[in-house]
């Protein structure tokens, strides 16, 4: 599994990037995860005092399946490459949306540079995602995937 994290300011084309990449991915055959970083918490995926969000409280994993999928809460280490083993085990690929201090992850920074550790290449913007593409694709032929 080759996991690689796009990381950017805000309004950078972080989002856009990982789109176009992920869909060139699929079309190519490979099977691609993506987790995306919320370090303020800011995300809304349940409503306070539904059952979900009640059995939140008690337990680790808890799960909410419908005919449009399934989403699962789960307590876990918030850690990319943990999470990436843990929940996409079997793809190719998984493309991570943020993390930029993670010290390990491998990054491709996008727009304005910043510091930031394991960064592989930088973009200026979305519309450079070929660039991006080429070097995941390098990144797989050299795991063998």
Known sequence: MTIVAVVGYHNSG???L????????T??????????????GHAVTDKEGSDT?????ILNRVA???????VLWSKERDDPIY???????????????GYKNHP???KVGIGERFEAKEVILW????????????EIERLLEERGS
């Open 14 to 16: 972080k989002t856009t």
């Open 18 to 25: 990982i789109e176009r990449i992920a869909k060139a991915l």
């Open 27 to 40: 079309e190519r055959g490979y099977k691609v995860g993506y987790i995306k970083h919320d370090p303020k």
């Open 53 to 57: 969000f009640r059995l939140k409280k």
């Open 64 to 70: 909410l399946s419908s005919p449009e999928g399934v």
């Open 83 to 97: 999470l990436a083993k843990i929940f996409f085990e079997g793809f190719d690929v998984v493309l991570v949306e």
């Open 104 to 106: 390990y992850l491998k």
């Open 123 to 134: 973009v200026e913007g979305p519309e450079e995602w070929e660039k991006v593409l080429s």
